[in-house]
């Protein structure tokens, strides 16, 4: 049973840094896509990130690109995602993703977790 665990969300300021962290269990990843989605109130489910388990290659959404990086821990079955310069636009409940590489939906999701940014 694939389980999927999001922490670190909260509360920041305009220009603020947060890192979300996803832990993971169940199998190994070798052959996985992890992901990163957000959500906003009343806004549609949007891709922010995707990591490349075993290659480490990422992929950004052009709305994040240059300020969020996605990483992943093998040892610890974690993948992170560090947002830097966070704007009140990225105020959305952030969820983690899981799929294996040659599918296109992601097939197992995390619970989500709250990210606020003040303006």
């Known amino acids: 049973q694939v389980q999927l665990v999001e922490s670190g969300g909260g509360l920041v300021q305009a220009g603020g840094s947060l890192r979300l962290s996803c832990a993971a269990s169940g199998r190994t990843f070798n052959n996985y896509h992890m992901g990163w989605f957000r959500q906003a109130p009343g806004k549609e489910r949007e891709f922010v990130a995707r990591i490349s388990w075993s290659s480490g290659i990422t992929t950004y959404a052009d709305s994040v690109k240059g300020r969020f990086t996605i990483s992943r821990d093998v040892a610890k079955n974690t993948v992170y995602l560090q947002m830097n310069s966070l704007q009140a636009e990225d105020t959305a409940v952030y969820s983690c993703?899981?799929?294996?590489?040659?599918?296109?939906?992601?097939?197992?999701w995390g619970q989500g977790t709250q990210v606020t940014v003040s303006s």
């Open positions: 993703a899981a799929k294996l590489i040659f599918i296109s939906s992601y097939d197992y």
